[in-house]
């Protein structure tokens, strides 16, 4: 059963990809929530021995950076692809967290969204 705090993440993280085009939600059989777009994944999560984790798409150089912050860490299994996680995410994590979602999306997203996108941008 999820806790109260995971519900929020999660509401929080459901704003920020359902809100980005196109994109969907997969829930599978473990529980983890993958927000993808085109088939490909740019975020998953769910629930770990901590709390909530969130995982998102990135590349080596970005992930170098951000997991020199305390709060970021190379995801489990996937970090040497360049994803990045945190653990239980606070208020503060949210602002940057939603930029950082938005690049992950547009690096799983297809050249024409990418274009759309930064045509309206």
């Not at 970021?72 to 653990?87: D, E, L, R, T």
Request: hydrophobic share 35%.
């Amino acid at each position: 059963m999820e806790s109260q705090d995971t519900v929020g993440m999660l509401e929080n993280l459901r704003n920020i990809c359902l809100a980005l085009p196109e994109a969907v939600e997969h829930i599978d059989g473990f529980g983890h929530h993958t927000f993808k777009i085109n088939g490909k994944s740019f975020v998953i999560s769910g629930e770990s021995d901590n709390g909530f984790r969130l995982s998102f798409k990135s590349d080596r150089e970005t992930q170098e950076i951000l997991i020199q912050k305390d709060h970021f860490f190379k995801a489990p299994y996937i970090g040497h692809h360049g994803w990045v996680s945190i653990q239980n995410p606070n208020e503060e994590n949210w602002y940057e967290l939603n930029d950082l979602i938005q690049e992950a999306y547009l690096r799983a997203a297809p050249k024409r969204l990418v274009k759309k996108w930064k045509e309206e941008s």
